[in-house]
């Protein structure tokens, strides 16, 4: 993993005050790019970052945010709902479309064509306003995620498309001015809040800078090659960027850029959506970017909290890839469409979709029985489930969504004790089948074996990711097992009536009353003494 430490970041000049402006090494905000390319023996000529703090308790330190201990609601949440939803959903083909568009050989840019036109005459800033949000409805969609269990949502602030969705003080490509000209942010956080939800913002800005870099180049077929795309024309560079040769290739060493001049755009922008709207949550999609000026951000975040609430109540979500800076104890692990192994000590985060990032026709959702299951496994861990509910680019829900929320709703008005407010037990689980660890590893199959524990207080729930038929023996509660303790009774949830059982030397067996769920079942389990 590549990390930017504060001396490589300011190429060995001291942070001169913790509070204020941060000296650095570097180059002139306007020549950063130019310098660059040039001779790397030129005298590089100071530049200041702007990174106004919070006063507070944490600094943009590694030492002072390690300080950080993960709030207790975030704890206690288990399961939260994502609006990963955009411009980027008006072709219906999927994530990632404002750069792929770009790039000859790729289907968006067969779409595109063949759909818009030419990327010289058509790009992604026309496609902008075709994004109307006509159905867009915050205040029914929030009662779905509600019932449906969610204790946070979590709003798009930015993507890698450099698209604002809040009334932006530093961005004219913004929401509030162009496109469905709304607020989605402060629309999505006043309906979350008027429900009791904890709400968070995510913002994928930090890459924008690399990632969009195939708009500035041009077209390979017949009869326009040759002839640039749209994000070379410098009045657009607002959007697409200013000119630049430090594309991402690929690889974590990338996905971030050194040009200190977006760094200071990144602070500014993200700080006002911080700032703008109190978010409980702030999700980076990578690494904390940039060195100290992203360590500003977290410790102005942290400390704002601890202003309103009198402690910090704030979580930052940050992943482990190798770009940027990772810390596990300084803020909340997130894992995209995957899971850490075993009960991990501190918190954590899987982030996934129930299908396309971004709405895709003909695309495969998952099943409610494969997210409830994901969701077992995760709590069982010391985890948390970040679900994004694909929308359809006018903002209501296609019927995979509905169907999934629907039963999401049905399931937790039965089984959700055994996944809100629980901490895990001494073991995550036991059963033939284990879910592969890491990020982009989703797809694991589970039967009625395999069983994942929760606890709440001095009861334990065991949860069945299937239906067992007849009868269910859980390992751990046999007589002869490491933790071994007399059962006092087992209760399906859903049911009034205690399980028959018998706790033999090599597993308790339960009988598995008539009603058990087809998708997963919390047997809640007391001891005597």
């Known amino acids: ?57 944490f600094q943009p330190t590694p030492e002072s945010l390690k300080t950080y201990q993960a709030p207790d609601w975030f704890r206690d949440a288990k399961f939260g709902i994502w609006s990963h939803w955009g411009p980027q959903a008006v072709p219906r083909v999927g994530d990632w479309y404002a750069r792929n568009l ?37 205040e029914g969609l929030m009662d779905l995620y509600a019932a449906a269990g969610a204790k946070y949502f979590v709003s798009m602030g930015v993507h890698h498309d450099n698209f604002d969705l809040w009334k932006s003080k530093h961005h004219k490509w913004n929401a509030v001015a162009m496109g469905p000209k709304r607020d989605i942010v402060g629309e999505w956080a006043a309906a979350a809040r008027k429900r009791g939800l904890r709400f968070g913002v995510s913002e994928h800005l930090g890459a924008s800078h690399n990632w969009f870099h195939p708009s500035h180049l041009y077209n390979q077929t017949w009869p326009e090659n040759g002839v640039a795309y749209d994000g070379a024309d410098p009045q657009y560079a607002d959007l697409y960027h200013p000119a630049h040769n430090e594309p991402y290739r690929g690889t974590a060493d990338t996905w971030y850029t050194k040009d200190p ?145 629907a039963d999401l709703s049905a399931w937790m008005k039965v089984n959700g004790e055994a996944i809100h407010g629980t901490r895990p037990w001494t073991q995550f689980g036991e059963g033939p089948t284990e879910a592969a660890e890491g990020a982009f590893q989703e797809g694991t199959a589970y039967t009625a074996q395999d069983i994942r524990f929760t606890t709440r207080g001095k009861t334990l729930y065991a949860i069945s990711l299937g239906k067992p038929e007849g009868r269910l023996a859980i390992q751990a509660l ?37 009603g058990a769920s087809p998708m997963a079942n919390a047997f809640e389990i007391t001891f005597r003494g």
């Open 261 to 405: 001049a977006f760094h200071q755009i990144w602070y500014n922008r993200i700080q006002d959506l911080i700032d703008s709207y109190e978010p409980d949550l702030l999700y980076s999609d990578g690494g904390l970017p940039f060195g100290v000026v992203g360590r500003s951000l977290v410790a102005h975040m942290y400390n704002k909290s601890v202003a309103r609430a009198g402690r910090n109540e704030a979580v930052y979500n940050g992943k482990d890839f190798g770009s940027g800076e990772f810390y596990k104890e300084a803020f909340v692990q997130d894992v995209e469409r995957g899971v850490l192994k075993g009960i991990n000590p501190y918190p954590w985060q899987t982030c996934t979709s129930n299908g396309d990032w971004f709405y895709s026709d003909g695309f495969k959702y998952k099943t409610s029985t494969e997210v409830i299951h994901m969701l077992c496994d995760i709590v069982s861990k010391n985890g948390n489930l970040l679900m994004n509910v694909v929308q359809y680019p006018d903002g209501s829900l296609p019927p995979e969504s509905q169907t999934l929320l």
């Open 1 to 57: 993993m590549v990390k930017l430490t504060k001396r490589s970041l300011l190429g060995g000049v001291p942070l001169m005050g913790a509070w204020g402006a941060v000296a650095g090494a570097g180059f002139a905000a306007s020549k950063a790019t130019a310098a660059a390319d040039g001779d790397a023996c030129q005298p590089k000529p100071p530049v200041r970052y702007d990174l106004p703090v919070a006063k507070g308790p």
């Open 102 to 138: 770009y790039i000859p050989g790729h289907f968006h840019n067969t779409h595109h064509v063949k759909t818009y036109g030419q990327p010289s005459k058509f790009g992604y800033k026309d496609i902008i306003p075709l994004w109307k949000a006509e159905k867009f409805d915050p």
């Open 478 to 514: 046999g007589k002869n097992a490491k933790q071994a303790r007399q059962v006092k009774q087992v209760r399906l949830l859903g049911t009034s009536k205690p399980c028959r059982l018998q706790q033999e030397a090599g597993a308790l067996v339960i009988k598995v009353p008539q």
